[in-house]
């Protein structure tokens, strides 16, 4: 057994299923999840020491790339003044007011420790503020593990959700409507016939969780007409597409202005740092100033805010965005190459610093064509790419992370290696 063998036989016996979030178990790719040791710029270390160009980017938050120096020393310099205080600090302060301006629907905000949190507390912000209950959110949309938002369709339009998760009451899911992505009669029928009920929508404004998926510019214009009309607060999750789409994220690139935004991940730089906010008129509901409780002894901890605040200041720097598009574009255009010239159905897209790669002939517009893509074509893309030392998400259902440290050598070695693994698929 190597040392990945052995401590996955060993984490099993502590740690349920030997992990600490489910997808890490490779669970629906199979093999065994490689225990990292450390990581740096575009590459992680295993612990049998062999290196990888990674592609999962922590989910997401290693958008400078992995243990970048500037970032580092800002969290040494952190920690050496203490790691907490359960106080308000200048820093935190400071990364507020930069968050708002980098993204203007922003009035207030308020620091937390992880995306869950976020978004459970925008949820329960919007009902206080509407004092309405019923919440809307799409299939496929993953807004963290909070109780109301692990739900799964109704039988029918119009139906409320079930859980989708054992240990969650029917009772806390039966306001919360769950509708397909990207389909406008059903949002349209929704508010024709419940619209004054719904305290809010909440979307992935750019979907990451079921792989990428792209909203089309009549679903989110007419998202935000409906929920204008209707009194409802509109929150964009952008948790993952916060500065990794477009500086402003996917906001500023859909001309919308959100009500609420909830952001986690790039703002952390790596550390746990997740935060809520927008119209200062909806803030105020808030706890000290308003009758919706929300707290956390360690949000807006000293240490996260210092990786944030030198997260923001370095994807601020001319040319950062351009160059990560440039080679999230280059990455997506060659393996599209490759996959046509293999013959194998195969299609991919991206969006700033976040691309999808499907198994399938088109780019799936919904939950339900994500879902009949070939997953079997994946699991073998994944394991051909990994056993040549590059590193995807281990599902078929996840969004791929460029970061600044990946160079046109990186990409390049990377559309090689897939040539050589979708030609092998293809000879079965
Ligand atoms: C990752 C993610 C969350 C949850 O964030 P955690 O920090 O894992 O709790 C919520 N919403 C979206 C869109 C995410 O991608």
Redesign the pocket.
């Given at each position: 057994m190597n040392r990945n063998q052995q401590l996955f036989e060993q984490a099993k016996k502590i740690i349920p299923g030997g992990v600490n979030s489910p997808v890490r178990a490779f669970g629906s790719v199979g093999g065994v999840p490689r225990f990292i040791k450390k990581a740096a710029g575009a590459y992680v270390w295993d612990e049998d020491d062999v290196q990888y160009i990674d592609y999962v980017g922590s989910?997401g938050p290693a958008i400078v790339g992995h243990a970048h120096p500037e970032v580092i020393e800002a969290v040494r310099e952190a920690a050496l003044g203490g790691l907490s205080f359960g106080a308000p600090t200048a820093a935190e302060v400071q990364i507020a007011e930069e968050i708002a301006k980098l993204v203007p629907s922003v009035e207030q905000v308020r620091l937390v420790s992880?995306?869950?949190e976020a978004?459970m507390s925008a949820i329960r912000l919007a009902r206080g503020f509407t004092g309405r209950d019923n919440i809307i959110k799409f299939e496929g949309c993953?807004?963290?593990h909070s109780d109301s938002l692990l739900v799964k369709a109704g039988s029918g339009l119009l139906t409320f959700g079930n859980p989708s998760s054992a240990g969650v009451p029917a009772d806390f899911t039966k306001h919360t409507l769950v509708l397909p992505y990207n389909d406008v009669a059903a949002l349209q029928q929704t508010f024709a016939e419940i619209g004054d009920s719904v305290a809010c929508v909440i979307l992935?404004p750019i979907a990451?969780?079921m792989n990428m998926i792209q909203p089309s510019a009549e679903f989110i214009q007419t998202l935000r007409r409906l929920t204008e009309q209707h009194g409802a607060v509109l929150i964009y999750?952008e948790?993952?597409t916060g500065f990794r789409v477009a500086l402003g994220g996917a906001q500023s690139l859909h001309g919308i202005t959100p009500d609420l935004t909830?952001m986690?991940?790039v703002i952390g730089g790596g550390m746990p740092l997740?935060a809520f906010g927008g119209r200062a008129d909806i803030m105020a509901c808030i706890s000290p100033l308003g009758g919706v409780y929300q707290a956390g002894t360690l949000s807006g901890n000293p240490v996260a805010v210092a990786a944030g605040l030198k997260t923001l200041e370095i994807i601020q720097r001319p040319g950062f965005y351009e160059q990560l598009a440039k080679h999230t574009q280059m990455l997506c255009h060659g393996l599209n190459a490759v996959a046509q010239e293999a013959g194998l159905p195969f299609c991919s897209q991206s969006v700033g610093g976040m691309f999808g790669l499907y198994f399938a002939d088109a780019v799936p517009q919904s939950y339900a064509e994500m879902a009949a893509s070939n997953t079997e074509h994946f699991k073998q893309f994944f394991h051909g790419m990994l056993d040549h030392q590059i590193a995807f998400g281990p599902s078929a259902f996840e969004a791929c992370f460029m970061s600044a440290a990946h160079t046109p050598e990186h990409i390049a070695d990377t559309i090689g290696v897939a040539a050589e693994v979708f030609t092998q698929m293809v000879r079965g």
């Open positions: 989910w992880s995306g869950t978004t993953y807004h963290g992935e990451g969780n999750d948790v993952m909830t986690g991940k997740a």
